[in-house]
């Protein structure tokens, strides 16, 4: 019995060795110098922000009417293409022979009509001398006519087989880069089923969804600032297109915006923030406890949100945020941070909860 107590006692002065250590530890660590600064609550934001996606004005699915293989892709992805340029070339070995009958047709139409011409001129001099009848002069007009028609009929026919070589040979319909090919060389094409995506590089523009609630600020024409994340660059824009229905996008509305300028390094496809100017009607209206920071004093784990703030002895306490609207690089703290409390916003050393910090 002795020995059991004997053992517990060492193994519990171990622990309380141990946690004093990490207890010293702690506090032995160098204090962490930071910057704060007070939560900037705004009743008088200037913008209204929504997120959107850079496109271009002019893009096209290319498919065709016809049924055949892949004889050719003329193209690769990234490509810079001039309109009229070939992209994809489809089997038309069927319509070289139907152009041969209708070339045909065609020579066989005009001999008829040729001949039928001399015979009615003829016989328009006879009735004229008398030495033909009324009836065999209106014969050989139907004949005449008939033959006309026929020949007509036969170079429709061929226009109709030239139309068919156009969905054959498939071209650029302006100047852009193709972005996708989805078709290669042995493959069937069939009607309707794309074959190559192409966009074009001249003009581009951004698509966003607005709120409900901001939607009446945004007007048609109206300058924008617009943030394009992946490159960290502010550029300008003008709204070209402001739609009034929300229908078939989920309540949001749809903003069309155009650039500029042309910037090579912004490709289509990348996110950006677009800041509508707020009309200053609306911005006395807004909500005097909005409480915003800036978007870098953050700090993000997994999909939690949070920041640092100056707790009792010095010390950086995480505080859990729920965030809501972006405007420009600042973002509104809609719970986890009262009016008059302050926040880090920079420090030189990495932070943790409860780590020692001075104020500079």
Do not use: H
Request: glycine content about 8%; proline content about 2%.
């Amino acid at each position: 019995m002795k020995k059991i107590l004997t053992i517990l006692t060492i193994s519990s002065l171990i622990l309380t060795s141990c946690g004093s250590d990490k207890k010293e530890n702690i506090t032995d660590l160098p204090t962490i110098p930071v910057k704060v600064a007070g939560n900037s609550g705004n009743s008088n934001s200037p913008y209204v922000t929504a997120s959107g996606k850079i496109e271009s004005e002019n893009s096209a699915n290319l498919s065709t009417r016809m049924m055949g293989y892949v004889t050719k892709v003329n193209v690769k992805v990234g490509q810079n293409v001039s309109a009229g340029q070939l992209l994809v070339s489809i089997n038309n070995t069927d319509l070289q022979a139907k152009k041969a009958q209708v070339d045909a047709s065609i020579t066989q139409a005009t001999a008829a009509y040729n001949n039928a011409k001399k015979d009615y001129d003829r016989f328009v001099n006879l009735f004229a001398q008398q030495s033909a009848s009324q009836k065999e002069l209106d014969d050989m007009t139907a004949r005449y006519e008939m033959a006309k028609a026929g020949l007509e009929a036969a170079k429709q026919m061929r226009n109709e087989v030239m139309a068919q070589f156009s969905y054959s040979n498939i071209t650029a319909p302006f100047s852009g880069t193709v972005t996708n090919t989805f078709v290669k060389e042995g493959d069937m094409a069939s009607p309707g089923m794309p074959l190559v995506s192409i966009e074009g590089t001249s003009r581009l523009q951004v698509t966003a969804m607005v709120s409900e609630s901001d939607i009446s600020n945004v007007k048609n024409g109206m300058p924008v600032k617009i943030n394009v994340k992946s490159l960290n660059k502010e550029v300008t824009g003008k709204v070209s297109e402001v739609s009034l229905s929300a229908k078939n996008t989920g309540g949001q509305y749809l903003v069309k915006v155009t650039l500029d300028k042309i910037d090579k390094e912004i490709l289509s496809g990348m996110f950006v923030n677009v800041q509508f100017p707020m009309a200053k009607k609306e911005t006395t209206t807004l909500k005097s406890d909005v409480i915003l920071v800036p978007e870098s004093a953050l700090v993000k784990q997994g999909q939690l949100t949070g920041i640092y703030t100056i707790g009792s002895g010095n010390v950086a306490i995480l505080r859990w945020l729920r965030i809501g609207k972006i405007f420009g690089n600042q973002v509104e703290v809609l719970s986890g941070l009262s009016a008059d409390e302050q926040y880090i916003v920079s420090a030189e050393g990495k932070l943790f909860n409860g780590a020692k910090v001075s104020v500079q």
